[in-house]
């Protein structure tokens, strides 16, 4: 069986590398594609393995992996809910619409219509297409607004004071794991933050978020305000940063997806009960 990785070159500390080593020692044939380091022709492009694993979430793979969807690939995890979770809106409304507990949520489309929104408390405003923290605010007045200079649609959501720091929740499979980490993170030994037990509320919270997209393996952010959790943010497919043995268990799910795939019994996999949703 043939795999493609999907990747943008991270720095040194990226536990991919050691994914597809794992891979390669059970005799997978693995294959690298960094789609924003070369020229892709679409007219010669083809599905040439069984397997792709959309890791990126730069534009550019994005649409490599929306031109292999559209050819009939089967990509880990699937194309449209990469695109889904890459929109802070739409992921939102989506997580909203499972019962998953969200900060009360805003799309502007300019900075100067948060203004009234102001009036009930401080927002946190996001890019719709960030990532990786990049270009969030909070915003208590018109000054803190007068900052923000965006290339496209805002997501402003109500400001939660934190009890403590922002919890990451990775699901791999039926398995979840928690990882403590201050935020702003700066570095490398606060990136990885500190596991945690996952309790039976965020447990729950997990379902939902698998649920609602279809998928399980996935990652989301939680901040606890006066002991209530709130889903801030969701990645399809995060780095698992802290999270115990991270390279030997996205390899077992990988190595697991490719078996149900030769047996024809993988087109999605959901978070169903801690089972693999199968066509």
């Known amino acids: 069986m043939k795999i493609a990785f999907i990747l943008v070159r991270r720095p040194p500390g990226s536990i991919w590398p050691e994914v597809i080593g794992h891979l390669c020692e059970r005799g997978l044939e693995v294959d690298v594609i960094y789609p924003d380091e070369q020229s892709i022709d679409l007219g010669r492009l083809r599905v040439e393995h069984d397997l792709y694993v959309l890791k990126s979430g730069t534009e550019t793979a994005l649409s490599l992996g929306g031109a292999l969807h559209a050819l009939g690939a089967t990509l880990l995890n699937p194309y449209p809910v990469a695109v889904m979770c890459r929109d802070k809106i739409v992921a939102s409304e989506t997580l909203e619409r499972a019962g998953v507990p969200v900060p009360a949520s ?36 018109e000054r803190d607004i007068g900052k923000l200079h ?19 929740i990775y699901c791999i499979g039926s398995e979840v794991y928690g990882v403590e980490r201050v935020w702003p993170a700066r570095t490398y030994q606060e990136k990885q933050g500190r596991p945690f037990r996952v309790n039976k509320e ?74 693999w949703a199968r066509a």
């Open 106 to 141: 805003y799309v502007v489309s300019q900075p100067a219509h948060l203004a009234p929104l102001l009036d009930d408390g401080p927002l946190v405003v996001k890019p719709y297409r960030g990532s990786q923290g990049r270009g969030i605010q909070v915003v208590r007045s």
């Open 150 to 168: 965006p290339n496209g649609p805002l997501l402003a959501q109500r400001y939660h004071a934190p009890d403590g720091p922002d919890l990451k």
């Open 202 to 275: 965020l447990r729950e919270i997990a379902l939902r978020c698998g649920a609602a997209f279809g998928i399980s393996l996935f990652g989301f952010d939680v901040v606890m305000s006066g002991g209530v959790p709130y889903v801030v943010d969701n990645s399809s497919f995060p780095g698992f940063k802290g999270v115990p043995n991270a390279a030997q268990r996205l390899a077992d799910y990988i190595d697991t997806a490719r078996h149900l795939l030769a047996r024809g019994e993988l087109l999605l996999p959901g978070l169903l009960g801690g089972e």
